[in-house]
């Protein structure tokens, strides 16, 4: 399986509402990433996660919040919300870090 | 960390013609990885090259690496409409930093 899968792959809420974004991958890769992605522009790292500890935040706002549950998976938590947070979400994994990356296929979010 | 430039920023060639893509940086890298992207999708890797590699193949796809002259290319030949697409080059800096990915080069192979 040389998949990422993401759901839900498209996600509108409001500012008020809590929701989460999931990812997972049954490569093995000890390596798993966030990225935030405007139309035409490119994708932006939010988070690593190494060995499933937290290894960089790119001073991402605290109404975002990673969680690696286990080394398949990793979530992102949304809580309050701004409609500038819109954007592509793309989750990666890879075998270690800067080891090419495996790209999910994304979540359009839509904050209202 | 030194983000890639990449150029053209967008390019629309005939099916069958080469599509030639380039990067540069400023400072020394690891190595440098070449992204595809389809329209709103998630992200294919094509090509990584380490720092003392100069040159790679993957079917289609060429990428050369000069480090005197901080670029890098890559060429597609004989172009299809299918690789109209959004492509990244993602640098791996000094420091085991995380990649970074340039602005991209948008191509379209008209039919």
């Known amino acids: 399986d040389t998949e990422v899968t993401q759901t839900p792959k498209h996600l509108v809420m409001g500012m008020t509402n809590k929701k989460s974004l999931k990812c997972e991958q049954h490569?093995?890769?000890?390596?798993m990433y966030w990225y935030k992605q405007k139309a035409k522009k490119p994708p932006e790292l939010m988070f690593v996660?190494?060995?499933?500890?937290?290894?960089i935040n790119e001073s991402v706002p605290s109404r975002f919040s990673p969680e690696c549950p286990n080394s398949s998976l990793l979530n992102l938590h949304l809580h309050a919300l701004q409609p500038e947070d819109s954007a592509l979400y793309l989750c990666?994994?890879?075998?270690?870090?800067?080891?090419?990356?495996?790209f999910g296929p994304g979540t359009r979010l839509t904050v209202l | 960390s030194q983000q890639g430039e990449e150029d053209p920023q967008a390019l629309s060639i005939q099916e069958g013609e080469n599509a030639t893509m380039n990067c540069s940086y400023k400072?020394?890298?690891?190595?440098l990885q070449w992204y595809r992207q389809n329209s709103g999708r998630g992200l294919v890797h094509l090509i990584l090259i380490r720092s003392n590699e100069r040159e790679k193949h993957s079917g289609r796809l060429r990428v050369t690496l000069d480090t005197s002259k901080k670029s890098s290319s890559l060429l597609i030949t004989a172009s299809r409409a299918a690789d109209t697409a959004s492509y990244f080059c993602a640098l791996e800096n000094t420091g085991n930093t995380p990649l970074v990915f340039g602005k991209g080069t948008r191509l379209s192979v008209i039919a």
């Open positions: 400072t020394s890298i690891n190595n």
């Open positions: 490569m093995g890769h000890r390596a």
């Open positions: 996660y190494s060995y499933e500890k937290l290894s």
């Open positions: 990666a994994s890879s075998q270690a870090q800067n080891n090419e990356q495996f």
